[in-house]
C-alpha cells in the first residue's frame, strides 16, 4: 500500500498580543514596602516591546510600507495605535540605531587594522561567457555608512561620508 502526501502553503497573519507582568509587592518586617524594578524597556515609559519597534520598522524600511497603512492594518485588528505614535516610536528607535552606529564605527576604528572581504562576485545577466566578475574591496566606514543609509538616513541627519561604490 502506498501513501500520497499533499503539500499545501498556509499562512497565519501576524498575532499581536499583551504581555502581562506581574511584580509582587511586599510588605518587609519593618514596616517597608518593597516591590522588583519593572523590567528594562528598549523605550523607557513606552508601553510596546521591542518587538512591535522591530516590526514598525522592518515593515517601513525594509518593506516600503508607509505608517498610514500600518496604522490601517493595526486597527482592523482591534489596536488603536496613531499614526503620530508610529512615527515617534520609529525616529526613538531611529536615535537608538544612530548611537549603535556610533558606538561600532568607534569601536572599528580603534582597533587600528580593518579587513575586508575581496570574495569575487558574479554580476550580469545572460550565459556564463558575457558575465563579469568583480570584488568588493570594502572598507569599515563606507560598510558603517550604508547601514546608516538603512535604518535612518531620512530622519538622522546624515553624514558626510560616500556611500559604496562596486564598479564592474
Request: net charge positive; proline share 5%; charged share 25%.
Amino acid at each position: 500500500m502506498s501513501t500520497k502526501v499533499t503539500e499545501r502553503l498556509c499562512v497565519e497573519p501576524s498575532q499581536f498580543y499583551g504581555e502581562v507582568i506581574k511584580r509582587v509587592v511586599r510588605k518587609q518586617s519593618d514596616g517597608l514596602i518593597v516591590q522588583p524594578l519593572t523590567p528594562e524597556a528598549v523605550l523607557p515609559r513606552r508601553c510596546v516591546d521591542a518587538s512591535f519597534l522591530a516590526y514598525i520598522t522592518i515593515m517601513k524600511f525594509q518593506w516600503h510600507l508607509p505608517l498610514y497603512r500600518q496604522e490601517q492594518m493595526l486597527k482592523s485588528q482591534g489596536i488603536r495605535i496613531s499614526r503620530d505614535t508610529l512615527i515617534r516610536y520609529v525616529i526613538e528607535v531611529a536615535q537608538l540605531l544612530g548611537r549603535l552606529y556610533d558606538t561600532l564605527l568607534g569601536s572599528v576604528f580603534e582597533a587600528g587594522s580593518v579587513f575586508a572581504d575581496e570574495t569575487p562576485v558574479l554580476v550580469g545577466k545572460g550565459t556564463k561567457g558575457n558575465r563579469k566578475y568583480t570584488g568588493f574591496s570594502v572598507r569599515a566606514r563606507p560598510v558603517l555608512r550604508l547601514l546608516r543609509y538603512v535604518f535612518v538616513n531620512r530622519i538622522v541627519q546624515a553624514r558626510r561620508d560616500r556611500a559604496i561604490r562596486i564598479p564592474y
